[in-house]
């Protein structure tokens, strides 16, 4: 057997190894309430993040007909421990590189640490945020990146709900909260809060949104979805979604 036909015969094990199929609609796809990126509407689940999924999938003839809506804890476990789950959007950070198979990127993210203008709270440094309770909605990147800094105990106040970390930064509940800003600011809006009365204390992060994958998923289903993302991308249908919100 010379070195070509080797090759050939590998190459003929390894296709053979594959799914026959690899329907996106195979996974599980699972996001949150976390508007503009992805949140339910009249009884719809919508949202940029929601668009870029349904488009890209459909660009590779595999339109995902079905998202779950999960508390972002509960989904981020899923998405950890699978099997074929997708979960978005997910920040991608350093922390989470290894614990997922990533398509994307979806758009761009600031995450900050928010306060109350008439406290005249200031920041300069991240060991000065450990002075402060701060609210989260666990397991989100703004508890893992404040726990990264060093802020622990009792000064992270957790919740599983954002609309009621919003309550809590309303009523005097935590000095602060850490979150993404355009979610907090349509939060805000939501719950008929001036956000002209809060400022940016910190920025913690500025990093990317993607779509997450359990690693139990073959990577013919992230290349799927990644070359989808590719596609609208470049025919611009990507950014008029953005424009959309």
């Not at 349904?54 to 998405?79: F, I, L, M």
């Not at 910190?202 to 590719?230: C, M, R, W």
Request: proline share 4%; glycine share 4%.
């Amino acid at each position: 057997m010379n070195d070509m036909t080797r090759y050939l015969f590998l190459l003929l094990i390894f296709i053979s190894t594959l799914p026959y199929s690899a329907e996106l609609n195979d996974l599980r796809f699972i996001t949150e309430e976390y508007p503009p990126y992805n949140y339910t509407h009249n009884g719809q689940v919508t949202g940029i993040s929601v668009d870029i999924l349904k488009s890209a999938s459909t660009s590779v003839h595999d339109t995902v007909k079905k998202v779950e809506v999960q508390p972002w804890a509960r989904g981020y476990r899923n998405a950890t421990i699978g099997p074929l789950v997708v979960l978005f959007s997910t920040t991608r950070t350093h922390e989470r590189e290894a614990k997922f198979k990533w398509a994307g990127p979806i758009i761009s993210t600031e995450i900050v640490v928010l306060a109350k203008k008439s406290k005249q709270l200031k920041v300069s440094n991240p060991d000065e945020l450990k002075k402060y309770t701060i609210g989260v909605v666990r397991s989100d990147v703004g508890e893992q990146l404040l726990s990264s800094l060093g802020v622990q105990g009792n000064k992270i106040v957790p919740t599983h709900d954002p609309e009621i970390l919003i309550k809590k930064l309303a009523h005097n509940r935590v000095d602060m909260i850490a979150y993404d800003a355009n979610v907090t600011k349509n939060l805000m809006k939501k719950q008929k809060i001036d956000f002209n009365q809060y400022e940016i204390i910190y920025l913690l992060s500025k990093a990317e949104l993607y779509f997450a994958f359990s690693l139990d998923t073959p990577n013919i289903y992230v290349h799927k979805l990644q070359t989808g993302i590719d596609n609208i991308r470049n025919n611009g249908q990507l950014d008029e979604i953005k424009q959309n919100y």
